[in-house]
């Protein structure tokens, strides 16, 4: 079982998913910046994942554990480790 980290959607807390399906690989082509340089290009992979039951606060838990389409394998991170779309 793979598990990743995701921000729940109803708490908005980043807690634990496990990845049911992976879908195909994509590559993203930024062309941004000066005439001179370089484009940069990203991979990222998208997958269907379910939330695990997770504690809201101290003694209340949240009950969200749906299932929903996110990026499961990217380059990027943001500052929390969560995977983000290039």
């Known amino acids: 079982m793979v598990l990743l980290q995701v921000y729940c959607n109803t708490c908005d807390k980043k807690v634990q998913a ?3 399906e992976r879908f195909e690989s994509q590559y993203h082509i ?5 005439y001179g340089d370089e484009p940069t ?3 990222f992979r ?5 939330i695990l039951p997770h504690k809201k606060s101290l003694l209340k838990s949240c009950t969200n ?3 929903f389409k996110t990026v499961v394998e990217s380059d990027k991170t ?3 480790g969560v995977l983000v779309e290039p």
């Open 18 to 20: 496990k990845v049911l």
């Open 30 to 34: 930024r062309l941004e910046g000066t």
């Open 41 to 43: 290009k990203c991979y």
């Open 46 to 50: 998208y997958g269907l994942v379910q």
């Open 65 to 67: 554990t749906s299932q």
């Open 78 to 80: 943001n500052m929390d």
